[in-house]
């Protein structure tokens, strides 16, 4: 796989280039969970030695997109059942947290950013890019999550929504009228949340916030729960036994 540097961003250095490309490609699948890591191609691409390849993908792997294996090289971060239990558990509590301190700490220039985040968004739905909805959606929440402004929240802010944006590809893909009905529905969600944010109305924020993950829930647990399972994946109380199987993580 051939990861090059994003032409809208013409004069980022080489290791921002590739942190760019690499969380990109992570986030929309464009690199499977599990998949290794060609640091030598890497390195030849982006014109890199390896103390400053090795630097990035060292904060790659501090940030959630990567592991660092002994004598084995970077991977992209797994999906296991109990990953992905874990997510659908702590979503909506860590959603509705930061949206309605979102709504009580923004600035106007903030809101302005965020703004202009949901036109992209907009403009992504709009031309069919399954990419661009994934990234503009990560982008949306990313700066929620800096109008927060929570030293203990925005590192678990940051984590969910690496793994958000990897099994959301069903959700951004919408294959019938419902599931085009809900994406509508959840790009209105986000002027709502952007209303309430730009009015201080911290309860209705958080309301919105959770509605807004409730709305995508269903059809990512079915797209990400193996047949047969009979776990629940936002079911703390159910056996950990399947915590180490992989879901299924299709692209198609």
């Known amino acids: ?128 890019d399954i990419a661009g909805r994934v990234l503009q959606n990560h982008r949306f929440h990313a700066l929620i999550g800096e109008m927060a402004d929570n030293v203990y929240l925005a590192p678990s802010l940051r984590r969910l929504l690496i793994d958000h944006g990897r099994i959301s590809a069903n959700f951004y893909r919408p294959r019938t009228d419902q599931m085009r009905e809900n994406l509508a529905i959840a790009a209105n969600q986000h002027d709502e949340i952007i209303a309430c944010i730009e009015a201080g109305d911290a309860e209705r924020a958080a309301q919105i916030a959770i509605d807004h993950w409730a709305l995508s829930r269903d059809m990512i647990e079915i797209f990400v729960t193996p047949p047969g399972l009979d776990t629940q994946l936002g079911d703390h109380k159910q056996s950990n036994r399947q915590s180490g199987s992989q879901p299924r993580a299709k692209a198609s």
Do not use: C, W
């Open 1 to 128: 796989m051939t990861v090059r540097p994003r032409k809208s961003e013409p004069n980022v250095s080489p290791k921002q280039a590739l942190y760019q490309a690499l969380t990109s490609s992570i986030l929309t699948l464009e690199r499977a969970p599990g998949s290794d890591i060609d640091e030598a191609r890497l390195a030849a691409e982006y014109g890199l030695s390896r103390t400053p390849l090795r630097e990035v993908l060292r904060q790659m792997a501090g940030e959630g997109y990567l592991e660092l294996r002994d004598n084995r090289g970077a991977q992209v971060a797994a999906l296991s059942h109990k990953t992905l239990r874990d997510f659908f558990l702590a979503a909506p509590m860590i959603y509705s947290a930061t949206t309605r301190l979102a709504a009580e700490a923004a600035t106007p220039s903030q809101v302005g950013t965020l703004k202009a985040a949901q036109r992209a968004f907009r403009q992504a739905i709009d031309a069919g």
